[in-house]
């Protein structure tokens, strides 16, 4: 039982990638290019080459953390979606920190930063948090808009208050080089992954060691044996969701120490690292070792468009494509974990439960 | 006049489980029907295959003598049989006219592909006048009140202009001066030529408005009575039951010396639309007794065991529990003081189908140190924990490491037994314990509680199924509008005096509560 559960898992999210690769095979051969050629260089350079590697799994770091952020809420059943406004905010205030404080001394100037991105990405989840948990408001819908809220108010923070009047662009302030990760030799690797690596790893340890993880799964399951058996499902909703908040801030924290140094209207990347993560879990089915396989496979995509640009003939906007047709897939699986979507396609005549008007 | 509507051995099947079984029901046309029965006697299934919404998997009905072919609640509506569901399908934001015409806008004239908003809250004004119902057309759903809802969900099926009108369980979520409306309104359109069918457990309503009753039990029709020539307390008795079926011997030994151990001091609560539900209830359990609580379905019963079991908040009142106070605590907080808790639903409060059998076996103790090494899981102690319930109880399981969804519904009660009893706990909350499981296991069931009363043990029982509650209880208050109308015991006590209390009259014998 446990075991086929497993193997659906692993086949649920091997499938549609498996299907885009093929997608993507068809429209290589249509230009006239050998598919086997181009994935080969796209996987060869971006995870057997130790550039290649190294980059992959710098980018893998807040994916592995935004993809947690949204798995532990899924799988209580609840879908923070506003991750990737919880990360800006969480990036911003960490390079405001990393601008303004000029604090010095580079380990205590990281942490402060740290916790500020943590704690800003927890208030803001407060708001979707206290809305569900008091008033059931659907904390999809509010987390889904808050994000356009966030994303508006910090363009005009970055773009007027606190804008680099410098720079020929619209930017905070570059952070003090004390609040940034020093790479590992010529990579591009930082501490930042390993510390990203270990905060996965005590999430992965608290969910399937501690009560933690028994309530995320109980309240997930079944609020009302949750709530018959004593585990507070409404404290415990307000503290996942505060939660994700916590990790998706902190991944922003992260992602500016480490990679951008400064806030700018595309600190999170084209398609956004919040929204990455929930591919990410998504892909990796909500476990842990299902998030890790998949962040890296994500960013070994990522990191291969390049590859692909300057070994091919190839526009890598396949790359796109690729990710574009999985996400649909993705979709799909969302909509049936959401809606139960499947389920209600496949009803039988005698079990429907619809009205007829 | 004549039979409008009739069934023929009519039977539906869920996988194994018979939920209605040959049931022959007719209904005289322009009559109120009433059809009573516990919850999950079968009624809205039966319903569902009237309406079309299910098939059934064998039997007929007839139309005016006529067997029906059509397939799906919209044909039903077209031949003329309506409706209205527990839950409303409204569409909040529209506005009380757009959500009655819901699928059969009126076109305009001229312009076909527009709506004709003026005809259609001409029409609906006509509809409201004609059926006397008091509702403006123009309202927007969202800000009526569910009495008023309701209305329209009635309204939408007489602008369709069915003839037979099937109301499941439709006063369940009003108000009671709205149940009088309801009923008023129920009663001009019987006026009008309508025949109606109502599902309720409430008896009163039946006796108020309805012509005959059709009583259902276990997915059997179990009594046809004209409503003139029954009353409140024969029905009460027809839908719980009135068989024995005690297989386990209850010897009724008092206690020595008895020693109060649990005190529900003037216990009350509203429920989410403000009706007070649970209404001053008070009563004591002693060590070494079972308390038993009676009643026909809805009087409050499962409101009280949500309040003493940590699911619901008291508005008022106090539990005392060895001297202690309880009241609204958590339902681990109460497990941890030795309070053992077999909730209603067994699938829905009991245990998590999903979730593996140890999972389970520890669920209510996950707060407490119990199964952990400095505050992290021994998993190997949770497994060996579920291993000893499993055979000690004798609890058959396919697989161990498998979930609860593999269990069949005695054994999953047994689970709950298990972890609640393996406690070592003083007091036993007992819900519905036996519904629906097999002999067997009520056999087990029974045993297990009256072995834990004989030990020394409190019990507080709640039974829908009157025998039960009859023979292993030492002392029954009946519950009656969300209070305790009297106390008997069941040793001295006959049916019909229960049967009185059930349908709210209190007999001369019976103890009654002073307040
Ligand atoms: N779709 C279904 N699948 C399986 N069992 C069902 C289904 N619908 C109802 N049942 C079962 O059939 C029985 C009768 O249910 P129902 O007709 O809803 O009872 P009532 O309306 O009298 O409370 C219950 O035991 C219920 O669990
Ligand atoms: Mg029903």
């Known amino acids: 039982m446990k075991s086929n559960e497993t193997l659906r898992n692993i086949l649920n999210s091997v499938l549609p990638v498996l299907l885009a690769l093929l997608i993507g095979a068809i429209l290589i051969l249509a230009i006239g290019e050998n598919p086997l050629e181009a994935y080969g260089i796209m996987f060869g350079k971006s995870l057997f080459t130790l550039r290649g590697l190294t980059n992959t799994l710098h980018a893998a770091g807040p994916l592995l953390l935004t993809g947690a952020a949204i798995a532990i809420t899924f799988r209580a059943g609840l879908f923070n979606m506003g991750v990737e406004g919880q990360l800006l905010i969480g990036g911003f205030m960490a390079g405001l920190v990393g601008a303004y404080l000029h604090i010095g001394n580079p380990l205590l100037h990281k942490l402060v930063a740290f916790a500020v991105g943590a704690s800003v990405g927890v208030l803001f989840a407060l708001i979707p948090a206290l809305l569900r948990a008091y ?81 995320i799964e109980a309240i997930g399951k079944n609020p009302e044996f949750s709530e018959a058996t004593g585990l507070r499902v409404r404290k415990s909703i307000i503290m996942l969701i505060l939660v994700s908040g916590a990790i998706a801030g902190f991944a922003g924290a992260g992602h500016m ?101 | 006049m004549g039979t409008i509507l009739q069934t023929k051995d009519l039977t539906k099947k869920f996988g194994d489980f018979t939920a209605n079984d040959k049931i022959n029901l007719t209904v ?97 004004a006509e509809l409201i006048k004609r059926y006397g119902f008091d509702l403006d057309v123009n309202e927007v759903v969202e800000n009526l009140s569910v ?33 009088d409306e309801l009923l008023l309104q129920l009663k001009e359109l019987k006026a009008q030529g309508k025949t109606i069918i109502l599902i309720t457990h409430k008896l009163r309503e039946v006796m108020q408005v ?29 839908m719980v039951g009135r068989k024995v079926l005690l297989t386990v011997q209850n010897d009724h030994i008092g206690q020595e010396s008895p020693e109060v151990i649990y005190t529900v001091n003037d216990l009350t609560t509203n429920n989410t639309y403000g009706n007070i539900v649970v209404d001053h209830v008070s009563f004591e359990i002693k060590k070494g007794e079972i308390y038993g609580i009676a009643g026909v379905e809805g009087n409050g019963q499962s409101e009280l065991v949500k309040l003493l079991s940590g699911m619901m908040e008291a508005t008022g009142g106090t539990v005392h529990y060895k001297g202690e106070e309880i009241t609204n605590l958590w339902a681990d907080e109460l497990r941890k003081l030795g309070i053992a808790i077999i909730p209603e639903d067994r699938y829905a409060q ?34 060996q924990h579920c291993q000893e319930l499993i055979d000690h109880y004798q609890i058959r399981i396919a697989e161990f490491e498998g979930n609860v ?111």
């Not at chain 2, 602008?159 to 439709?170: A, G, M, Q, T």
């Not at chain 2, 276990?218 to 029905?235: D, F």
């Open chain 1, 135 to 215: 008033f059931r408001v659907d904390e999809m819908v509010v987390t889904l808009t808050l994000n356009y809220v966030m994303m508006t108010i910090l363009e005009y923070l970055s773009s007027g208050p606190f804008r680099d009047q410098g720079a020929g662009y619209v930017t905070t302030p570059t952070i003090d080089s004390s609040a940034m990760f020093t790479r590992f030799g010529s990579t591009r690797l930082t501490p930042f992954f390993l510390i990203a690596l270990l905060l996965f790893g005590i999430l992965w340890f608290l969910n399937t060691k501690t009560e933690f993880g028994y309530k």
């Open chain 1, 257 to 357: 120490m480490s990679q951008e140094y400064k806030y700018t209207l595309s600190f999170s990347g084209v398609t956004g690292l919040g929204w990455d993560g929930m591919l990410v879990s998504l892909l990796g089915s909500h476990s842990p070792l299902g998030i890790i396989i998949s962040s890296i496979f994500y960013s070994a995509l990522k990191t291969g468009a390049d590859n692909i640009n300057m070994y091919t003939s190839i526009p890598k906007e396949i790359v796109a494509v690729i990710e574009g047709i999985i996400i649909l897939f993705l979709s799909i699986r969302f909509l049936n974990e959401r809606f139960g979507l499947l389920e209600k396609l496949s009803k039988k005549k005698g079990e429907k439960n619809e009205p007829a008007l």
């Open chain 2, 28 to 124: 005289e046309e322009g009559e109120i029907k009433a059809i009573v029965g516990e919850n999950g006697a079968g009624k809205s299934t039966l319903m569902n295959m009237l309406y079309r919404q299910l098939e059934p998997t064998s039997g007929e009905i007839y139309l005016r003598g006529q067997p029906i072919e059509f397939n799906s609640p919209r044909d039903a509506i077209q031949h003329g049989i309506g409706m209205v569901h527990q839950h409303f399908m409204l569409v909040p934001s529209f506005k009380v006219y757009e959500n009655i015409l819901l699928g059969t806008e009126l076109a305009h004239d001229k312009l076909r592909f527009l709506v004709d908003h003026k005809k259609e809250q001409q029409e609906c």
């Open chain 2, 147 to 179: 009495g008023q809802q309701q209305k329209i969900e009635i309204l939408k099926m007489l602008y369709r202009n069915v003839d037979i009108l099937i109301l499941d369980e439709p006063t369940s979520v009003l108000t009671p001066q709205e149940v």
């Open chain 2, 210 to 238: 309805s012509d005959s009753v059709t009583v259902i039990k276990k997915g059997q029709i179990i009594g046809n009575v004209k409503t003139s020539e029954t009353n409140e307390a024969e029905l009460a008795q027809m």
């Open chain 2, 350 to 383: 009991g245990l998590c189908k999903e979730m593996s059998l140890s999972a389970n076996s520890i669920a209510g103790s996950t707060t407490s140190d119990a199964f952990k090494k400095n505050g992290i899981f021994d998993f190997k102690r949770i497994r």
């Open chain 2, 405 to 515: 969804s593999q269990l069949s519904g005695g054994n999953a009660q047994k689970l709950i037994i298990a972890r609640e009893m393996n406690r070592q706990p003083d007091l036993l909350i007992a819900s519905q314990p036996t519904r629906g499981v097999d002999i067997g296991a009520i056999e087990f069931i029974h045993q297990q509680i009256l072995d834990f009363r004989n030990s020394g043990g409190a019990v507080l029982l709640i039974s829908s199924e009157l025998s039960e509650v009859m023979s292993l209880s030492d002392r029954i208050g009946v519950m009656y509008k969300g209070k305790i109308l009297g106390e008997v015991d069941p040793l001295e006590t006959s049916e019909t005096e229960i049967g009185l209390l059930m349908a709210g009259t209190i007999p001369q014998e019976a103890v009654v509560y002073e307040k």
